[in-house]
């Protein structure tokens, strides 16, 4: 079925339907080219396959015979300047300014992109060019090709590539471009570009489930399905309970993160007072508004308006749906002295849930302005017991991160607008704190006036979807507007 045949609805009417099988599962991560465990030094691998292999190119021309042609610049010097900029690429020490091949964007009608070579030796007709087609950060099969780009230094070109004809709901699509480093042979992720952008359908679950109950008392409202159970408390304004299939998500009550203080500080003992004396400067809360409203059978709506301590705004809208999936949005207006860094939430799982998949640029994403020639892709990494009280392990630019236990069964974070700050990490009571989150005017530092924009409201939203053990063949369903 064509996007074109499906009636359409807005951003604010419904939620993404992930797919008609209500069953989520963990996608299987074994040997996706980009994909990989959080904490392994892959240069040091790459380092100890590059001595093990033979340095097999073409600058004797031993095995090719059709360099014939006079060069301004050896074949050699070419070469080089290629393997320079693939281990760069590699290592994750470059940068974006430095972009030796520059891409348009892909044309839909045409099936084509136009590539402008920006080397200074390197004609891109000594260079093996491959592709392929992402779904949601992994491979689709079959969709591997050959790409030739043959322009001298300075020359445009339009390169045809290999695309589906048919794109799915719910589904994220990317093209890959590799290079072939000509002395290792690995092929290099040298440009990903997102194929086209999806909408949401209507999702109407009334046939499919219970209808949901809501119960309400002075202190408390609690919201019943057919498999799940969750509760609020109306004084903080925040959920403190979540029930999936009889298994607890929660082993406490969500709260409001908020990260504020400079890096200088090396003495944990210090951070920790610091940080504490903020939090409870901060996070404390008190509500003004709270309602419910049941919507039909299928949807319940709570709007909750909460004051923090310091003077600092918080409206948050949560719809709980008949399936067990709850979506927030959230606008936070901080006060005149709030100096945030960066404001979410934490939300505190089971000690189990210690495998953490998520989708987006890698482990070796750092700053923003670093993060363009990275790739999307799926990463996993194990949450063990932090030493430093100063981390999160944030990760920047996710779409959707899940933390499961050794069952595959857990809880799923899936941003459905823009990409979010997702992290994990223990705490001292060995909880698995999860923080889904925004920045804000910087990272933990001290912030010069002039650069509080302190009248601005930020807005995020993202999915909470309990995951359970399905099809292995299923994949995580991210939508993009």
């Given at each position: 079925m064509?996007?074109?045949?499906?009636?359409l609805?807005?951003?604010?009417?419904?939620?993404?339907?992930?797919?008609?099988?209500?069953?989520?599962?963990?996608?299987?991560?074994?040997?996706?080219?980009?994909?990989g465990?959080?904490?392994?030094?892959?240069?040091?691998?790459?380092?100890?396959?590059?001595?093990?292999?033979?340095?097999n190119?073409d600058?004797?021309r031993?095995?090719?015979?059709?360099?014939?042609?006079?060069?301004?610049?050896?074949?050699?010097?070419?070469?080089?300047?290629?393997?320079?900029?693939?281990?760069?690429?590699?290592?994750?020490?470059?940068?974006?300014?430095?972009?030796?091949?520059?891409?348009?964007?892909?044309?839909?009608?045409?099936?084509?992109?136009?590539?402008?070579?920006?080397?200074?030796?390197?004609?891109?007709?000594?260079?093996?060019?491959?592709?392929?087609?992402?779904?949601?950060?992994?491979?689709?099969?079959?969709?591997?090709s050959s790409?030739?780009?043959?322009?001298?230094v300075?020359?445009?070109?339009?390169?045809?590539?290999n695309?589906p004809?048919?794109?799915?709901?719910?589904?994220?699509y990317?093209?890959?471009?590799?290079?072939?480093?000509?002395y290792?042979?690995?092929?290099?992720?040298c440009?990903?570009?997102?194929?086209h952008?999806?909408?949401?359908?209507?999702?109407?679950?009334?046939?499919?489930?219970?209808?949901?109950?809501?119960?309400?008392?002075?202190?408390?409202?609690?919201?019943?399905?057919?498999?799940?159970?969750?509760?609020?408390?109306?004084?903080?304004?925040?959920?403190?309970?979540?029930?999936?299939?009889?298994?607890m998500?929660?082993?406490?009550p969500?709260?409001?993160?908020?990260?504020?203080?400079?890096?200088?500080?090396?003495?944990n003992?210090?951070?920790?007072?610091?940080?504490?004396?903020?939090?409870?400067?901060?996070?404390?809360?008190?509500?003004?508004?709270?309602?419910?409203?049941?919507?039909?059978?299928?949807?319940?709506?709570?709007?909750?308006?909460?004051?923090?301590?310091?003077?600092?705004?918080?409206?948050?809208?949560?719809?709980?749906?008949?399936?067990?999936?709850v979506?927030?949005?959230?606008?936070?207006?901080?006060?005149?002295?709030?100096?945030?860094?960066?404001i979410?939430?934490?939300?505190?799982?089971?000690?189990?849930?210690?495998?953490?998949?998520?989708?987006?640029?890698?482990?070796h994403?750092?700053?923003?302005?670093?993060?363009?020639?990275?790739?999307?892709?799926?990463?996993?990494?194990?949450?063990?017991?932090?030493?430093?009280?100063?981390?999160?392990?944030?990760?920047?630019?996710?779409?959707?991160?899940?933390?499961?236990?050794?069952?595959?069964?857990?809880?799923?974070i899936?941003?459905?607008?823009?990409?979010?700050?997702?992290?994990?990490?223990?705490?001292?009571?060995?909880?698995?704190?999860?923080?889904?989150?925004?920045?804000?005017?910087?990272?933990?530092?001290?912030?010069?006036?002039?650069?509080?924009?302190?009248?601005?409201?930020?807005?995020?939203?993202?999915?909470?979807?309990?995951?359970?053990?399905?099809?292995?063949?299923?994949?995580?369903?991210?939508?993009?507007?």
């Amino acid at each position: 079925m064509k996007c074109d045949q499906i009636e359409l609805k807005s951003q604010e009417d419904e939620l993404p339907c992930s797919s008609e099988n209500k069953t989520i599962s963990i996608p299987k991560v074994k040997s996706h080219i980009l994909s990989g465990c959080f904490g392994d030094d892959f240069r040091a691998d790459r380092q100890e396959s590059r001595a093990q292999r033979l340095r097999n190119t073409d600058c004797d021309r031993s095995q090719r015979q059709d360099f014939d042609i006079h060069l301004e610049c050896p074949i050699q010097q070419q070469l080089d300047e290629l393997h320079e900029w693939c281990q760069g690429k590699l290592s994750g020490h470059f940068s974006p300014r430095y972009q030796v091949l520059t891409f348009t964007q892909f044309n839909p009608k045409t099936k084509t992109i136009s590539v402008r070579n920006n080397f200074k030796h390197l004609n891109t007709e000594h260079a093996v060019f491959r592709s392929c087609v992402l779904k949601d950060g992994h491979r689709i099969s079959g969709s591997e090709s050959s790409v030739t780009i043959a322009i001298r230094v300075g020359e445009i070109q339009e390169v045809p590539v290999n695309t589906p004809s048919f794109y799915e709901f719910d589904a994220m699509y990317h093209l890959n471009l590799y290079v072939k480093d000509p002395y290792t042979d690995e092929d290099v992720l040298c440009h990903q570009l997102r194929l086209h952008h999806l909408v949401k359908q209507e999702v109407s679950m009334a046939d499919d489930y219970a209808a949901i109950e809501v119960v309400e008392s002075q202190e408390r409202c609690g919201v019943y399905g057919e498999y799940f159970s969750l509760s609020f408390n109306k004084k903080t304004g925040f959920m403190d309970s979540y029930c999936f299939h009889d298994e607890m998500l929660f082993c406490r009550p969500m709260n409001l993160l908020c990260n504020r203080g400079p890096m200088n500080y090396e003495d944990n003992e210090h951070w920790n007072s610091f940080t504490r004396e903020w939090s409870q400067e901060a996070v404390e809360s008190t509500t003004q508004h709270f309602s419910i409203v049941v919507v039909n059978d299928s949807r319940v709506r709570i709007t909750i308006r909460s004051v923090l301590a310091n003077g600092s705004v918080v409206h948050t809208i949560y719809k709980v749906y008949a399936d067990g999936r709850v979506w927030v949005r959230q606008s936070f207006k901080p006060s005149n002295h709030s100096g945030l860094s960066m404001i979410g939430f934490k939300i505190p799982l089971e000690p189990s849930y210690n495998a953490f998949h998520y989708f987006g640029k890698g482990p070796h994403a750092n700053y923003q302005n670093l993060n363009e020639d990275l790739g999307l892709a799926v990463y996993e990494e194990v949450i063990e017991k932090e030493v430093s009280p100063k981390t999160y392990k944030n990760h920047t630019q996710i779409f959707w991160a899940s933390l499961t236990n050794s069952l595959q069964k857990g809880l799923m974070i899936k941003s459905d607008r823009l990409p979010l700050n997702v992290g994990a990490c223990r705490t001292d009571d060995d909880c698995v704190a999860c923080i889904v989150a925004v920045d804000v005017v910087g990272w933990l530092s001290k912030h010069d006036p002039q650069f509080l924009d302190v009248h601005r409201e930020y807005h995020y939203e993202f999915e909470m979807i309990p995951v359970t053990k399905g099809q292995e063949d299923v994949y995580y369903k991210v939508k993009m507007i």
